[in-house]
């Protein structure tokens, strides 16, 4: 099941979650967010190009959906309901987007009618996921896929303001929130013969089954525990069988 979480049920179910990360500390997240609109007045070619780019797109945009699975350290989802899909105020007639973004996102499923009607407020929510168990927490692994936007609209719901000016410190206050983060991508990217693909040709290669929509952020986000298991599982484990995560702690890809 994918639980849908709107602005009537936000608090009750962020007090599941809290009782569900006790057991459950690993996290895997995806967001969906309007698009990318502009390009910062940096050269392309400089070396904090990315970064500036992802800052003015987060900066200027809206979160449109967050997916949260919890796991266990053997990769057993939490029983019951292994995932929450949250649904932010989003106005096509008010906040700025990408029209391409858009439109994938309503043939994957999206009712932006619901988000503008019944969206979660980001204020509140970045204040129950302050108080969650969720973040500040180093016990609490998250796994996400090539995440560094996804880490920006967290941030942003968060500190409920613009991202640093730079880099360094964007990584600064990411350790702070998220003292422990996975990120496949870069698991593959250390791995010998790179693998070059998103998140759901790796997960066909490692045999890991789809639940729901693609480009929806519930289904995406339990896509991306099973493929870190099957992962870690496969390229990542010591002589005795457990996994070695010390390899890859910490590393955001690109």
């Given at each position: 099941?994918?639980?849908?979480?709107?602005?009537?049920?936000?608090e009750?179910?962020?007090?599941?979650?809290?009782?569900?990360?006790?057991?459950?500390?690993?996290?895997?997240?995806?967001?969906?967010?309007?698009?990318v609109?502009a390009?910062?007045?940096?050269?392309?070619f400089?070396?904090?190009y990315?970064?500036?780019?992802?800052?003015?797109n987060?900066?200027?945009l809206?979160?449109?959906?967050?997916?949260?699975s919890?796991?266990?350290?053997?990769?057993?989802?939490?029983?019951?309901?292994?995932?929450?899909?949250?649904?932010?105020?989003?106005?096509l007639?008010?906040?700025m987007?990408?029209?391409?973004?858009?439109?994938l996102?309503?043939?994957?499923?999206?009712?932006?009618?619901?988000?503008?009607?019944?969206?979660i407020?980001?204020?509140?929510f970045?204040?129950?996921?302050?108080?969650?168990?969720?973040?500040?927490?180093?016990?609490?692994?998250?796994?996400?896929?090539?995440?560094?936007?996804?880490?920006g609209?967290l941030?942003?719901?968060?500190?409920t303001?613009?991202?640093?000016?730079?880099e360094k410190?964007?990584?600064?206050?990411?350790?702070?929130?998220?003292?422990?983060?996975?990120?496949?991508?870069?698991?593959?990217?250390?791995?010998d013969?790179?693998?070059f693909?998103?998140?759901q040709?790796?997960?066909?290669?490692?045999?890991?089954?789809?639940l729901?929509?693609?480009h929806?952020?519930?289904?995406?986000?339990?896509?991306?525990m099973a493929?870190?298991?099957?992962?870690a599982k496969a390229?990542?484990?010591?002589?005795?069988g457990?996994?070695?995560?010390?390899?890859?702690?910490?590393?955001?890809?690109?």
């Open positions: 099941e994918i639980r849908n979480v709107w602005a009537e049920n936000v009750e179910e962020m007090a599941i979650i809290r009782e569900v990360i006790e057991k459950y500390p690993y996290v895997a997240m995806d967001t969906e967010f309007p698009g609109v390009k910062p007045i940096t050269e392309t400089s070396p904090d990315h970064y500036k780019s992802l800052k003015v987060v900066d200027l809206k979160i449109i959906q967050l997916g949260l919890f796991a266990d350290a053997n990769g057993n989802f939490a029983p019951g309901c292994p995932c929450w899909q949250f649904n932010f105020q989003f106005s007639e008010d906040d987007f990408a029209q391409d973004s858009i439109d996102l309503v043939k994957s499923g999206i009712s932006f009618e619901d988000h503008a009607t019944r969206g407020n980001p204020r509140l970045g204040e129950l996921l302050m108080v969650s168990g969720l973040v500040l927490d180093d016990r609490v692994k998250w796994v996400s896929f090539h995440s560094g936007y996804d880490y609209y941030l942003k719901l968060l500190t303001q613009d991202l640093p000016a730079d410190t964007f990584f600064e206050l990411l350790k702070i929130y998220f003292p422990t983060i996975y990120d496949i991508k870069y698991m593959t990217s250390i791995l013969g790179n693998f693909g998103g998140l040709r790796l997960a066909d290669d490692l045999s890991c089954q789809r729901g929509a693609e929806q952020a519930g289904s995406d986000c339990m896509l991306t493929t870190y298991f099957a992962l390229k990542f484990t010591k002589s005795d457990r996994i070695d995560e010390s390899k890859y702690t910490n590393e955001l890809f690109g």
